[in-house]
């Protein structure tokens, strides 16, 4: 809770904009703790987390210029970000994880036949890719082959996060599209 004597949110984000650390730190104090617990919430790992509200208040010192109080205040701002960046974790985590190899007693014997298939598959699927405009191609890659999330592709490429959802989005419809009639 914000006393009189204590800067406003609007105040602190409007300071870190003009540089001033003390504001980063006040804020840090005020919603460091909070961002942590939604982000450990989701990840269930305290490291993870303290890392999610790290970057979350590291972005707010980035964007702070950029904040638009009509959008919503602060404090959303903020959870906002955690919720997207602990998500994004989340999933890279289980991206990671390997797959589940079951204990066989034998090795198991190739089929030609699904060999053959998931060899035409893959050509379909690099058909459908190559036909992509290039700047779908890039962000799909990015996101599904280079394992990055959204916010460090648009930190990579320097275009805004939305830009980035928006082709990963475009990308995926338009393959969907190119691979809907292909089907057997």
Known sequence: MVTPAEPSDRNLLAAMARGDTGALRSLNARYGGRLAALANRFLGDQADAEEVAADVLWQAWR?????????????????????????????????????VIAEADSEPVADPAAALDEAHRGRMVRRAIDGLEANQRVVLEMAYFSDLSHAEIAEKLSMPLGTVKTRVRSAMLSLRQALGGQRE
Request: aromatic share 6%.
């Open 63 to 99: 964007q702070a210029a950029s904040f638009d109080p009509a959008r919503g205040s602060v404090a959303s701002w903020l959870v906002t970000i955690a919720r997207s960046r602990s998500l994004d974790r989340l999933r890279a985590r289980q991206a990671r994880r390997a797959p």
